[in-house]
């Protein structure tokens, strides 16, 4: 597969994995089970905004990447989005941990593992050979409404600033 493009429906079998949110694993030190996270069938019924980070905790994703979405939940629920799904290469629990460092501790922003970099190499959107790019892709009940991977360095096509006039 290469990458995707606008009006092409999203993938068949994408899961990534990840820890969903319970009282019990609420601390950031409590591990929780990790499970899959069918995104294929999830994104049928959603408008989904996914964003792929290189890594966990890495200084642009952390600082300049993930906070953009996370100050913007209010502007993203109203323009109809029911979900962002935030993926990297770091397995569940690193993923899990980085959202609990971020405060997020529901399910409208997840934070999930592209184990393997699965999706993000069956799409050629990778950032070296071990870590998924960094790109933002809309999914509108299936279909693929915006697809932007980022030039070398910064956050211009895949924030939160770039996507909301898209939707």
Known sequence: MSALKIGDSFPEDVVFGWVPPTPDNKDIQS?????????SSQFKNKKVVLVSLPGAFTPTCQVSHVPGYISKVSELKAKGVDQVVVIASNDPWVMSAWGKANNIHDEFIIFASDEGCKFSKSIDWMAGPDRTGRYAIVVDHGKV?????????GVTVSGADAILPKL
């Open 31 to 39: 591990c929780g089970v990790p499970t899959k996270y069918p995104a």
């Open 145 to 153: 409404i915006y697809a932007e991977k980022e030039p070398a360095g």
